[in-house]
């Protein structure tokens, strides 16, 4: 069972979703698992499933206001959705677990953005070249990735996402994380709130997640040069 790390700080503003026994760990199982990897198309499914399991944790977090439904045989008194949130992602890698999260919010628009790290020297840069978004004044946001490693990447992201507007609500939701990305993104973004699947042991020399689970980019679409 994925358990969190018990030395994070900020534990009220982190979520480990698969710290408790539900199928979300049978999913997280199945996507680090090299045999199943090999089928790109249970890979992406899973990120969704994920994505929708995420998305209904952080659902309850969300305004809601009430809306009298007429059903065949009367009236209903119904919690709605007050606005829904703005839903971003990191080309490419964060397509299929952003495709879950709009699978449940299917009334949000979507923002994008293109980062890339720019490896090669002691320290890995991040590029950050490519931006699409609606207006997120006063909007609920959530940017998701499925790989929190160093963080950088999310937080570069986000700072160039602003440019669009100030945010009343954030989320961050990802599937793995490092101790280390964790703690950087709730240092460099204390207004948001972390969702995750699992935190697992560490970072390596090359700033990639151990265990982890390998590039969900390259799992997800192929291998690219």
């Known amino acids: 069972m994925e358990t969190p790390k018990p ?11 698969c710290a408790e026994p539900s199928i979300a760990n049978h999913f997280l199982a199945e996507l680090r698992d090299v045999d199943v990897q090999r089928d790109s198309l249970r890979f992406r499914r899973n990120l969704q499933r994920l994505g929708e399991i995420i998305a209904y944790k952080i659902s309850s977090q969300l305004s809601y206001t009430e809306k009298t439904v007429k059903t065949p045989l009367g009236e209903s008194v119904s919690k709605q959705l007050h606005d829904f949130p703005v839903l971003a992602t990191v ?9 879950g999260f709009l699978n449940y919010f299917d009334q949000s628009p979507s923002a994008f953005a293109a980062a890339y ?8 840069r991040v590029q950050v070249d490519y931006l ?18 160093s963080g950088k990447s999310l937080v570069q992201t986000y ?27 709730t240092r460099e973004i204390p207004e ?23 590039d969900a980019g390259d799992l997800s679409y192929g291998s690219k040069l």
Do not use: C
């Open 7 to 17: 030395s994070l700080s900020h534990p009220e503003r982190v979520h480990v979703v």
């Open 91 to 99: 080309l490419r890698a964060g397509l299929p677990f952003h495709q």
């Open 117 to 124: 790290r720019i490896e090669g020297t002691a320290q890995v």
């Open 132 to 149: 699409s978004a609606p207006s997120l004044d006063e909007r609920v946001l959530i940017l998701v990735d499925p790989m929190l490693a």
């Open 159 to 185: 700072r160039a996402m602003l440019r669009f507007g100030q945010p009343r609500q954030v989320h961050i939701a990802a599937v793995i994380a490092s101790p280390e990305g964790v703690e950087y993104v």
């Open 192 to 214: 948001a709130t972390l969702w995750v699947a699992a935190v697992d042991e560490k970072l390596n020399d090359q700033a990639y997640i151990v265990p982890g689970l390998g």
